[in-house]
């Protein structure tokens, strides 16, 4: 079956860098596009960065101000999310996301932040 399994979250100060994982299993993976969306406590769930099967053309929030890189190894069947100059306000769990004819999300796996 379809499985997204993030990695790579944990507790960073402001201005830190962390790189989250997301491997895939169960489908093509070289051929779907593939996302990162967060989501706070209190929120909606927002959308993060997309990148594009075949082209490998990316797409970001304009919160991302080009602080982070989405980026894929389809040998590995893995997609991340190289974070920089992390805020406080990225605070926030965030998930793998395929889309297709059912779409499928991860687990999810939290990043703090913090002071």
């Known amino acids: 079956q379809v499985q997204l399994v993030e990695s790579g979250g944990g507790l960073v100060r402001p201005g830190g860098s962390l790189r989250l994982s997301c491997e895939g299993s169960?489908?093509?993976?070289?051929?779907?596009?593939l996302s990162w969306y967060r989501q706070a406590p209190g929120k909606e769930r927002e959308f993060v960065a997309r990148?594009?099967?075949?082209?490998?053309?990316?797409q970001y929030a304009d919160f991302v101000k080009g602080r982070f890189t989405i980026s894929r190894d389809d040998a590995k069947n893995t997609v991340y999310l190289q974070m920089n100059n992390l805020q406080p306000e990225d605070t926030a769990m965030y998930y793998c996301f395929r889309p297709g004819r059912r779409d499928f999300w991860g687990q999810g796996t939290q990043v703090t932040v913090s002071s």
């Open positions: 990148i594009l099967n075949v082209s490998g053309n990316k």
């Open positions: 169960g489908f093509h993976f070289s051929a779907f596009t």
